[in-house]
Protein backbone atom coordinates (compact mmCIF):
# COMPACT_ATOMS: atom_id res chain seq x y z
CA UNK A 1 0.00 0.00 0.00
CA UNK A 2 3.16 2.55 0.89
CA UNK A 3 4.70 1.91 -2.57
CA UNK A 4 1.03 2.17 -4.62
CA UNK A 5 0.66 5.86 -2.20
CA UNK A 6 4.54 6.54 -3.36
CA UNK A 7 3.67 6.04 -7.06
CA UNK A 8 0.07 8.37 -6.80
CA UNK A 9 2.20 11.41 -5.01
CA UNK A 10 4.72 11.00 -7.76
CA UNK A 11 2.23 11.32 -10.54
CA UNK A 12 0.96 14.09 -8.60
CA UNK A 13 4.14 15.91 -8.30
CA UNK A 14 5.01 15.73 -11.42
CA UNK A 15 1.50 16.96 -12.78
CA UNK A 16 1.63 19.95 -10.83
CA UNK A 17 5.09 20.87 -12.71
CA UNK A 18 3.49 20.86 -16.02
CA UNK A 19 1.43 23.12 -17.70
CA UNK A 20 -1.01 21.59 -20.08
CA UNK A 21 -1.24 23.82 -23.27
CA UNK A 22 -3.07 22.83 -25.49
CA UNK A 23 -4.13 25.33 -28.53
CA UNK A 24 -1.63 27.69 -27.09
CA UNK A 25 1.13 25.97 -28.03
CA UNK A 26 0.22 26.39 -32.05
CA UNK A 27 -0.16 30.13 -31.20
CA UNK A 28 3.30 30.10 -29.62
CA UNK A 29 4.90 28.23 -32.00
CA UNK A 30 3.55 30.64 -34.73
CA UNK A 31 4.34 33.66 -32.78
CA UNK A 32 8.22 32.29 -32.14
CA UNK A 33 8.34 31.84 -36.48
CA UNK A 34 7.19 34.92 -37.08
CA UNK A 35 9.52 36.68 -34.52
CA UNK A 36 12.35 34.19 -36.44
CA UNK A 37 10.90 35.69 -39.36
CA UNK A 38 11.16 39.42 -38.13
CA UNK A 39 14.77 39.00 -37.44
CA UNK A 40 15.52 38.65 -40.70
CA UNK A 41 13.92 41.20 -42.13
CA UNK A 42 15.25 45.18 -41.72
CA UNK A 43 15.66 46.89 -38.12
CA UNK A 44 17.76 49.35 -39.16
CA UNK A 45 17.79 50.99 -42.05
CA UNK A 46 19.41 47.53 -44.16
CA UNK A 47 20.80 45.45 -41.19
CA UNK A 48 18.33 42.87 -40.51
CA UNK A 49 17.69 42.27 -37.00
CA UNK A 50 20.41 39.11 -36.58
CA UNK A 51 22.80 42.09 -38.01
CA UNK A 52 21.40 44.16 -34.98
CA UNK A 53 22.07 41.22 -32.41
CA UNK A 54 26.16 41.49 -33.78
CA UNK A 55 26.51 44.93 -34.29
CA UNK A 56 27.09 44.91 -38.07
CA UNK A 57 26.42 47.49 -40.50
CA UNK A 58 24.21 50.27 -39.79
CA UNK A 59 23.43 48.90 -36.13
CA UNK A 60 27.28 50.05 -34.89
CA UNK A 61 26.93 52.83 -32.82
CA UNK A 62 25.07 54.33 -30.29
CA UNK A 63 22.13 54.57 -32.05
CA UNK A 64 21.67 50.72 -31.96
CA UNK A 65 22.02 49.60 -28.33
CA UNK A 66 18.62 49.26 -27.67
CA UNK A 67 17.67 47.74 -30.37
CA UNK A 68 20.66 45.00 -30.30
CA UNK A 69 19.15 45.03 -26.29
CA UNK A 70 16.11 44.36 -28.04
CA UNK A 71 17.51 41.77 -30.28
CA UNK A 72 19.39 39.81 -27.26
CA UNK A 73 15.90 39.77 -25.23
CA UNK A 74 13.81 38.63 -27.96
CA UNK A 75 16.25 36.31 -29.00
CA UNK A 76 16.77 35.03 -25.43
CA UNK A 77 13.12 35.22 -23.97
CA UNK A 78 10.93 34.91 -27.13
CA UNK A 79 12.49 32.23 -29.23
CA UNK A 80 14.95 30.50 -26.76
CA UNK A 81 13.00 30.50 -23.68
CA UNK A 82 9.52 29.84 -25.66
CA UNK A 83 10.93 26.57 -27.08
CA UNK A 84 12.33 25.62 -24.17
CA UNK A 85 8.55 25.97 -22.26
CA UNK A 86 7.34 24.46 -25.39
CA UNK A 87 9.56 21.22 -25.04
CA UNK A 88 9.60 20.78 -21.42
CA UNK A 89 6.10 21.81 -20.71
CA UNK A 90 7.41 23.02 -17.51
CA UNK A 91 5.71 25.49 -15.10
CA UNK A 92 8.73 27.13 -13.90
CA UNK A 93 10.12 27.51 -17.39
CA UNK A 94 6.43 29.04 -18.53
CA UNK A 95 6.74 32.10 -15.81
CA UNK A 96 10.71 32.68 -17.03
CA UNK A 97 9.28 33.38 -20.85
CA UNK A 98 6.56 35.46 -19.45
CA UNK A 99 8.58 37.67 -17.84
CA UNK A 100 11.33 37.43 -19.74
CA UNK A 101 8.75 37.77 -22.65
CA UNK A 102 7.34 41.31 -20.56
CA UNK A 103 10.50 42.79 -20.76
CA UNK A 104 11.65 42.14 -23.91
CA UNK A 105 7.95 43.98 -25.02
CA UNK A 106 8.75 46.96 -23.51
CA UNK A 107 12.63 46.78 -24.85
CA UNK A 108 10.87 46.89 -28.23
CA UNK A 109 8.62 50.03 -27.15
CA UNK A 110 11.86 51.82 -26.61
CA UNK A 111 13.99 50.49 -29.45
CA UNK A 112 11.15 51.53 -31.90
CA UNK A 113 10.48 54.92 -29.86
CA UNK A 114 14.58 55.23 -30.07
CA UNK A 115 14.56 54.57 -33.65
CA UNK A 116 12.10 57.30 -34.69
CA UNK A 117 13.01 59.73 -32.29
CA UNK A 118 17.05 59.68 -33.12
CA UNK A 119 16.57 58.52 -36.94
CA UNK A 120 16.24 62.31 -37.84
CA UNK A 121 15.68 63.39 -41.41
CA UNK A 122 18.21 61.90 -42.87
CA UNK A 123 18.17 58.29 -41.87
CA UNK A 124 15.61 55.35 -41.88
CA UNK A 125 13.44 55.04 -38.73
CA UNK A 126 12.31 51.62 -37.50
CA UNK A 127 12.11 48.44 -39.99
CA UNK A 128 9.48 46.39 -40.81
CA UNK A 129 11.48 43.39 -39.21
CA UNK A 130 11.31 45.28 -35.60
CA UNK A 131 7.65 46.10 -35.97
CA UNK A 132 6.84 42.57 -36.46
CA UNK A 133 8.97 40.90 -34.25
CA UNK A 134 7.61 43.39 -31.26
CA UNK A 135 4.04 42.58 -32.50
CA UNK A 136 5.31 38.71 -31.95
CA UNK A 137 7.16 39.29 -28.61
CA UNK A 138 3.97 41.23 -27.34
CA UNK A 139 1.82 38.22 -28.21
CA UNK A 140 4.22 35.87 -26.60
CA UNK A 141 4.37 37.70 -23.41
CA UNK A 142 0.53 37.47 -23.27
CA UNK A 143 0.13 33.92 -24.17
CA UNK A 144 3.00 33.20 -21.42
CA UNK A 145 1.18 35.07 -18.76
CA UNK A 146 -1.77 33.42 -19.57
CA UNK A 147 -0.24 29.37 -19.32
CA UNK A 148 1.59 30.61 -16.23
CA UNK A 149 -0.88 32.40 -14.60
CA UNK A 150 -3.43 29.58 -15.52
CA UNK A 151 -2.04 27.25 -12.54
CA UNK A 152 -1.82 29.63 -9.31
Sequence with gaps: MASLRAEIDAVEHRAVRTVELGGRAVVASVA?????IGHLLPWMGTAAGWEVLLGQGDAA????MVPRLFAATSVLFGIAASALTLITRRW????????GGWFASVDGVLAIWTRQSTAGLTSPGPGIGLVISEIAMVVLAVLWFRTAWSRT
Excluded: D, E, N
Aim: aromatic share 12%; charged share 5%; no cysteine.
Design 61 to 64: GKAG
Design 92 to 99: GMAWIAAL
Design 32 to 36: VFVLI
